[in-house]
């Protein structure tokens, strides 16, 4: 079992930034890449990207790509997703999820999910 935490989520401005952290615990973070997801009112739960093991491979959803960061710090069990320009359409709960896998951009492939943090940008 691995178990996830996210925090860092608020409200914020369109153009400003935030930055979420995800926290792991239970088996060997290192075994597992990582993805973020979100999901909007009455929407399916959008890819927003992932990364590797080593955290040296990242992509990236086009909606966010050159806006959003991924990194992790595998000494620390957590990884980050740095968001900045954010817009209204990025408003949703972010979730982080963990699968043994590097590559996947489809949730039903993520087998542990943490409970979201709700991001909400302003016009």
């Known amino acids: 079992q691995v178990q996830l935490v996210e925090s860092g989520g608020g409200l914020v401005q369109a153009g400003d930034s935030l930055r979420l952290s995800c926290a792991a615990s239970?088996?060997?973070?290192?075994?597992?890449?990582m993805g973020w997801f979100r999901q909007a009112p009455g929407k399916d739960r959008e890819f927003v990207g992932a990364?590797?093991?080593?955290?040296?491979?990242?992509f990236y959803a086009d909606s966010v790509q050159g806006r959003f960061t991924m990194s992790r710090d595998n000494a620390k069990n957590t990884v980050i997703l740095q968001m900045s320009s954010l817009k209204p359409e990025d408003t949703a709960v972010y979730y982080c999820?963990?699968?043994?896998?590097?590559?996947?951009?489809?949730?039903?492939?993520?087998?542990?999910w943490g409970q979201g943090t709700q991001v909400t940008v302003s016009s």
């Open positions: 239970g088996r060997t973070f290192t075994d597992y890449a």
């Open positions: 990364t590797s093991w080593s955290g040296s491979s990242t």
């Open positions: 999820a963990a699968r043994n896998w590097y590559g996947s951009r489809f949730a039903h492939e993520y087998v542990y």
